[in-house]
């Protein structure tokens, strides 16, 4: 028997089945049930969705003989002659390749007929939106008034091709992209059924890299267990049948490329050449690394949003202390330039080597994106310099860059807020501080290396916010769960209910003076002396 492609042997066939488009699924089962079935549908979204597998399930039930609660039996000849492509009443169209005004007037001569059995004869035009425009007003009249026993579904990626005419007489579908969490749902059934095993870091990267489309996951999972050395399918060998690398390999380049080892980077790629890597698809996925970094800096998306593991969590958290958003910026508009002319050049290797050492050196270049990568990098350069305490070599009185580059002054006491503590959140305040490096020391080591670039702010209740710097370190935090482990320790430890909260510190914001009754009635006594001398 000949070997059947693993998204055509599990394409669904109910709409029990169907995966991420369940306001879709419950809608057209309650039309159904409710006999509120309509003349005309246009199912839309991005490729892989679902959209001809919901077709072909809808006109199953629409025309099955015994339905059950708007679904299908799926054991009745009715049912059983869609299923296996025998059944007159589903005809099926590409669009793509019968777009002509004589298709379209075929169709309407054959609505003429009822169906020889069941009650609807449905059409399903598939990329509807290649149909010409003469052919979408030889259908308006039949699409607007169609014989009772007529349904139209058209499917399409690109709904804004349609005519508003032809729009107006349809009701509407909005196809979602299928999630990750879903993909690998369905994998968990596919493997059940094929007897298959694979690392659930395998199953994840897959459901990534299929980008929404379930069809795609599914042919990616079907290529690599083909592949499959052994009995379970790993990470690695993802990786390896689909030409891709892991984040640790991304992190590594993108490492060399900020430090300008160019050797490293230029060692790396030929590394990938050697493997048989596909160097296009590398430029892809590092444009996607440098844009997880870039999100993370400068909003408040979790690890859960954009779908990255700890080790990733890590990496990006050393790597958002070595580069600003500025710099990110400028390479993640160089990279999707590189991989733009990569698309339509057959040796790869040269252009990536080329655009690698722009990267790292952007000194050799001189257009807009290379003067604006050099002044990014060279600023973020002495910041760091300036920050592990190594002056810059600008002369006395000047910057070594730009003004912004300066260092600030830290506020004079004078000019921060004096905030009056209870006796309470004084106590809190202070076992914590004086506590504060022990506890760190029973953290894990990146929530205390972020830790240790916060302060401590006392609110009331018996709580101590976190002040974190800047939104990447304070999402990271969050993401490690790392103030849920200060509470423990701290009950643990000090018999003491404290509870933990965080927030990003706003620009230059100065930390306040932090004082009790005592202390401030010592120092009105003092001005008072003061005063009398």
Same mark, same amino acid.
């Given at each position: 028997?000949?070997?059947?492609?693993?998204?055509?042997? !599990?394409?669904?066939?109910?709409?029990?089945?169907?995966?991420?488009?369940?306001?879709?699924?419950?809608?057209?089962?309650?039309?159904?049930?409710?006999?509120?079935?309509?003349?005309?549908?246009?199912?839309?979204?991005?490729?892989?969705?679902?959209?001809?597998?919901?077709?072909?399930?809808?006109?199953?039930?629409?025309?099955?003989?015994?339905?059950?609660?708007?679904?299908?039996?799926?054991?009745?000849?009715?049912?059983?002659?869609?299923?296996?492509?025998?059944?007159?009443?589903?005809?099926?169209?590409?669009?793509?390749?019968?777009?002509?005004?004589?298709?379209?007037?075929?169709?309407?001569?054959?609505?003429?007929?009822?169906?020889?059995?069941?009650?609807?004869?449905?059409?399903?035009?598939?990329?509807?939106?290649?149909?010409?425009?003469?052919?979408?007003?030889?259908?308006?009249?039949?699409?607007?008034?169609?014989?009772?026993?007529?349904?139209?579904?058209?499917?399409?990626?690109?709904?804004?091709?349609?005519?508003?005419?032809?729009?107006?007489?349809?009701?509407?579908?909005?196809?979602?992209?299928?999630?990750?969490?879903?993909?690998?749902?369905?994998?968990?059934?596919? /493997?059940?059924?094929?007897?298959?095993?694979?690392?659930?870091?395998?199953?994840?990267?897959?459901?990534?890299?299929?980008?929404?489309?379930?069809?795609?996951?599914?042919?990616?999972?079907?290529?690599?267990?083909?592949? /499959?050395?052994?009995?379970?399918?790993?990470?690695?060998?993802?990786?390896?049948?689909?030409?891709?690398?892991?984040?640790?390999?991304?992190?590594?380049?993108?490492?060399?490329?900020?430090?300008?080892?160019?050797?490293?980077?230029?060692?790396?790629?030929?590394?990938?050449?050697?493997?048989?890597?596909?160097?296009?698809?590398?430029?892809?996925?590092?444009?996607?690394?440098?844009?997880?970094?870039?999100?993370?800096?400068?909003?408040?998306?979790?690890?859960?949003?954009?779908?990255?593991?700890?080790?990733? !969590?890590?990496?990006?958290?050393?790597?958002?202390?070595?580069?600003?958003?500025?710099?990110?910026?400028?390479?993640?508009?160089?990279?999707?330039?590189?991989?733009?002319?990569?698309?339509?050049?057959?040796?790869?290797?040269?252009?990536?080597?080329?655009?690698?050492?722009?990267?790292?050196?952007?000194?050799?270049?001189?257009?807009?994106?290379?003067?604006?990568?050099?002044?990014?990098?060279?600023?973020?350069?002495?910041?760091?310099?300036?920050?592990?305490?190594?002056?810059?070599?600008?002369?006395?009185?000047?910057?070594?860059?730009?003004?912004?580059?300066?260092?600030?002054?830290?506020?004079?006491?004078?000019?921060?807020?004096?905030?009056?503590?209870?006796?309470?959140?004084?106590?809190?305040?202070?076992?914590?501080?004086?506590?504060?490096?022990?506890?760190?020391?029973?953290?894990?080591?990146?929530?205390?290396?972020?830790?240790?670039?916060?302060?401590?702010?006392?609110?009331?209740?018996?709580?101590?916010?976190?002040?974190?710097?800047?939104?990447?370190?304070?999402? /990271?935090?969050?993401?490690?769960?790392?103030?849920?482990?200060?509470?423990?320790?701290?009950?643990?430890?000090?018999?003491?209910?404290?509870?933990?909260?965080?927030?990003?510190?706003?620009?230059?914001?100065?930390?306040?003076?932090?004082?009790?009754?005592?202390?401030?009635?010592?120092?009105?006594?003092?001005?008072?002396?003061?005063?009398?001398?």
């Amino acid at each position: 028997m000949a070997y059947v492609a693993l998204y055509r042997k !599990w394409r669904p066939t109910a709409f029990r089945d169907v995966k991420g488009q369940d306001a879709i699924v419950k809608t057209l089962q309650n039309q159904i049930a409710g006999n509120r079935i309509g003349h005309a549908y246009l199912f839309c979204g991005s490729r892989g969705t679902g959209k001809t597998t919901m077709a072909k399930i809808f006109a199953k039930a629409v025309n099955c003989e015994n339905p059950q609660n708007g679904c299908a039996c799926g054991v009745c000849e009715t049912c059983r002659s869609i299923e296996e492509g025998r059944s007159t009443n589903v005809i099926e169209i590409d669009a793509a390749s019968n777009n002509g005004v004589d298709n379209i007037r075929e169709i309407r001569d054959e609505v003429q007929y009822r169906p020889a059995s069941g009650k609807y004869r449905v059409y399903i035009i598939d990329e509807v939106h290649n149909i010409s425009n003469v052919a979408f007003n030889a259908m308006l009249k039949t699409l607007e008034e169609p014989p009772e026993y007529v349904i139209f579904i058209l499917a399409t990626t690109e709904p804004h091709a349609i005519p508003v005419t032809v729009l107006s007489r349809c009701q509407r579908f909005d196809f979602h992209r299928i999630t990750p969490a879903d993909m690998v749902e369905r994998l968990h059934e596919l /493997m059940e059924g094929e007897g298959i095993k694979a690392e659930e870091s395998a199953l994840n990267y897959i459901a990534r890299k299929a980008d929404g489309a379930m069809r795609d996951a599914i042919s990616l999972f079907d290529q690599s267990v083909s592949a /499959m050395p052994g009995e379970v399918l790993r990470f690695e060998d993802v990786l390896k049948t689909l030409g891709t690398v892991n984040s640790a390999v991304l992190s590594r380049y993108f490492r060399a490329v900020l430090n300008g080892d160019v050797d490293d980077a230029l060692s790396l790629i030929e590394q990938l050449r050697n493997e048989g890597r596909d160097l296009g698809q590398f430029v892809v996925d590092f444009i996607w690394y440098l844009r997880n970094l870039l999100v993370l800096m400068t909003s408040e998306a979790s690890a859960e949003e954009l779908e990255l593991s700890r080790e990733d !969590w890590i990496r990006l958290a050393e790597e958002g202390q070595m580069t600003g958003p500025e710099e990110l910026m400028a390479l993640i508009r160089l990279y999707s330039a590189l991989s733009g002319d990569l698309r339509g050049t057959v040796d790869k290797r040269v252009l990536l080597e080329v655009g690698t050492i722009q990267a790292a050196r952007p000194r050799t270049e001189e257009t807009n994106g290379a003067v604006e990568a050099r002044l990014t990098a060279l600023e973020r350069k002495v910041d760091r310099l300036q920050k592990n305490g190594v002056p810059s070599a600008a002369p006395a009185g000047q910057t070594a860059l730009q003004p912004q580059m300066e260092e600030q002054p830290a506020a004079p006491a004078d000019d921060r807020e004096v905030i009056k503590l209870s006796p309470a959140q004084w106590e809190d305040l202070q076992l914590i501080r004086s506590h504060w490096q022990e506890l760190l020391g029973e953290m894990d080591y990146p929530s205390a290396q972020l830790l240790k670039r916060s302060r401590l702010e006392p609110l009331d209740g018996g709580i101590l916010r976190v002040v974190f710097p800047d939104i990447f370190t304070a999402n /990271m935090i969050k993401s490690f769960g790392a103030l849920a482990r200060l509470e423990e320790l701290v009950a643990a430890k000090y018999q003491k209910e404290i509870r933990f909260d965080l927030r990003t510190a706003r620009k230059s914001e100065p930390e306040p003076v932090y004082i009790t009754d005592e202390e401030l009635s010592h120092i009105h006594m003092k001005i008072e002396t003061d005063t009398e001398d």
